[in-house]
């Protein structure tokens, strides 16, 4: 049975979406076909919101925070400050849900300056889901918890990210942000197979899924968020859907930004690929 913080569930509709970003806002405001926002949360003031933002709000589009910098993977708990200015953020944008990444961020005051792995032990375990308990306490709207593209593995780990989040997930309530192109990028460099993490994943409690691009050199996959979705990262969409309905899909783009048309086609590439789940095969 899930403990007290399983209170918190995320099932919202959102459809298929687009992450916001400074440099895309006319893009967005004019794209017909995106059904959501998310925005970077330490990107913005909840006091003074772009205007973007505001109109695209007045449309009826759902905007989600997403969090880069909370770190409730780490040991010591989560800022309060940090958690503050989510919960502003949500506050500000009427968000059906906040997210952020299950990830390691910063030690002892350093910063890693990377989403890095969590340890995935037990005693990482019981830390993590009080950090959890504490994030869903300080929010006003549920929170829903992001896989990373891992660069390395802790050797000491005793349990895969899959099962890491399941126990997560059952103890906490907590949602789930499924980033399919995170589990690309593990599979291409760390051989972890990327359906068996679908398979173990608790996909009933899934919040929305993230879609992004990136490219190979040297033998190892960046996740840039810079290029078209690649066609392995639609096809674990594809499995994906053929294992749960998500609430919503949303594509990243940072940097290189593309025209309206390449944009557009992303967004129809995605719906493309969740639709063939339904096909015979």
């Known amino acids: 049975m899930a403990e007290p913080g399983a209170r918190q569930r995320t099932g919202v509709e959102l459809g298929v979406g687009i992450g916001w970003r400074a ?119 549920p929170l829903a918890l992001e896989n990373v593209a891992a660069i390395f593995g802790w050797p000491d780990d005793e349990l895969t990210e899959a099962q890491f989040l399941a126990e997560l997930v059952e103890r906490t309530g907590v949602g789930l942000l499924i980033d399919v192109a995170n589990l690309y990028t593990n599979q291409f460099n760390l051989g972890l197979s990327a359906t068996d993490a679908l398979d173990a994943l608790p996909l009933e409690h899934l919040a929305y899924v993230h879609v992004a691009g990136g490219y190979e050199h040297h033998g190892i996959w960046h996740d840039t968020h810079t290029t078209s979705a690649p066609e392995p990262v639609l096809d674990l969409l594809t499995e994906l859907c053929a294992r749960a309905t998500p609430p919503g ?22 719906r493309a690929a969740m639709s063939a789940a339904g096909e015979p095969g």
Do not use: K
């Open 23 to 141: 440099e895309l806002d006319l893009s967005i405001e004019r794209m017909p076909g995106v059904d959501f926002l998310e925005v970077v949360a330490e990107n913005v003031r909840p006091a003074d919101l772009p205007e973007s933002l505001r109109v695209l709000r007045t449309r009826g589009l759902p905007v989600v925070p997403h969090g880069v910098s909370l770190g409730v993977g780490g040991a010591e708990p989560p800022s309060p400050a940090r958690l503050a200015h989510l919960a502003a953020c949500a506050e500000a944008l009427d968000a059906p849900l906040v997210s952020e990444h299950l990830a390691f961020v910063r030690g002892g005051g350093i910063e890693a300056g990377h989403l890095l792995p969590v340890p995935r032990t037990r005693e990482s375990l019981r830390v993590i889901t009080e950090n959890v308990r504490r994030a869903q306490d300080a929010l006003p709207v």
């Open 249 to 270: 899909v949303l594509l990243e783009w940072d940097d290189e930004y593309p025209s309206d048309a390449a944009l557009g086609n992303e967004l129809a590439r995605i």
